[in-house]
């Protein structure tokens, strides 16, 4: 089977190069222009590894990354940016970058890197979400299986319903804002999608219920943030 190779490139002319060169090398490319719906398209391709360019439209590297890696967190991925300062390299690899390659580069070295990060992770990333559940507060939530388990019971998730839940979960404690939720999950921020992000956002909230330690806190005009506080039981 071959290699699958999740790009994310809005520069036309360099997509282009790269995607028939790698494709020319023998692997399965699937090139988006743009990270809007990005948890719906892992979820549909299974990439084996992620080549990231950090300035994007709409939602950008570092977001993408911190996105994937809340679903997927042994995903090899691999930023491709013209940002040169350490400061950016750390904030590539701190929100889950595995490596990373300045503009321009050959090639032939992205060739070597991407087989080096696979070859780091024996060339397989199980292709699906982390089976362990997360925990938080008395619940555990399992992406993988749409469920969410609550002492001796199981809440039954919907796709989109896991889909936001895992963008919250992946930036916990982090604000997320209402743009880049709307942009991973539905892959635009119509009015229509706005609408329809409140609606899940309360029917999550139910979910946690019964745990009041588990909070999904509104920031009016910038969007969500998980939180699980430590509360004396």
């Known amino acids: 089977m071959k290699t699958r190779i999740l790009y994310i490139e809005d520069e036309e002319f360099l997509g282009k190069i790269v995607r028939d060169t790698l494709e020319k090398e023998g692997y399965d490319i699937y090139w988006l222009k743009e990270g809007g719906g990005v948890i719906h398209i892992l979820e549909k391709y299974k990439p084996d590894i992620c080549v990231v360019d950090i300035m994007l439209p709409n939602v950008d590297g570092y977001t993408l990354a911190r996105n994937i890696k809340g679903l997927y967190p042994a995903m090899p991925l691999i930023f491709l940016t013209a940002k040169s300062e350490t400061m950016d390299v750390l904030k590539g690899f701190d929100s889950g970058g595995t490596d990373y390659i300045r503009k321009p580069f050959s090639l032939e070295e992205l060739v070597a890197r991407i087989e080096n990060q696979l070859k780091i992770t024996n060339g397989t990333v199980n292709n699906k979400p982390d089976m362990a559940g997360i925990n938080l507060g008395v619940y555990t939530f399992f992406p993988s299986k749409y469920e969410m388990h609550c002492k001796s019971r199981i809440l039954k998730l919907t796709n989109r319903d896991t889909e936001i839940l895992s963008v919250l979960v992946a930036n916990k404690e982090t604000i997320v804002n209402r743009k880049d939720l709307l942009m991973a999950v539905w892959g635009d921020d119509s ?31 910038k969007g969500y943030i998980l939180t699980v506080e430590l509360l004396n039981r």
Do not use: A, C, H, W
């Not at 409140?198 to 139910?206: A, C, M, S």
């Open 191 to 221: 009015f229509f999608n706005s609408r329809n992000l409140d609606v899940y956002i309360r029917k999550i909230r139910k979910y946690f219920s019964e745990d009041p330690s588990v909070q999904i806190k509104t920031l009016k005009g």
